[in-house]
Nanobody, 120 residues
Framework: DLVDSGGALVQAGGSLSLSCVAS????????VVWFRQAPGKEREGISS????????VYADSVKGRFAISRDSARHTAFLQMNSLKAEDTAVYYC???????????????WGQGTQVTVSS
């Protein structure tokens, strides 16, 4: 299972750090991806980190503002979000799997989602 947390209401320009804790999974072998889904929009992948913790990918919309990381010893992945904008408002989900499905929704394991609201 994955449990994501850390969402909150924050003012534009502020920062938040999301966490994704895995249990019962060989987390160190898994790719981890953060998705988000804004109201009325499709779920989109915004950042990923590989199992070796040496490759990260970011969507253009968050590049330079968000940073993904992981601590496999603690079975946890993080998403540091800086310079938040109103358009970052969404429910954020972590997902994980042995295979890298890029930004598709084919991952077997998903967190329950955590709400991030950015007020302008």
């Amino acid at each position: 299972d994955l449990v994501d947390s850390g969402g909150a209401l924050v003012q534009a320009g502020g920062s938040l750090s999301l966490s994704c804790v895995a249990s019962g999974l060989p987390f160190k072998d898994f790719v981890v991806v953060w998705f988000r889904q804004a109201p009325g929009k499709e779920r989109e992948g915004i950042s990923s980190i590989n199992s070796d913790d040496d490759a990260t990918v970011y969507a253009d919309s968050v590049k330079g503002r968000f940073a993904i990381s992981r601590d496999s010893a603690r079975h946890t992945a993080f998403l540091q979000m800086n310079s938040l904008k109103a358009e970052d408002t969404a429910v954020y989900y972590c997902a994980a799997d042995r295979s890298d499905y890029k930004t598709s929704l084919d991952y077997d394991y998903w967190g329950q989602g955590t709400q991030v609201t950015v007020s302008s």
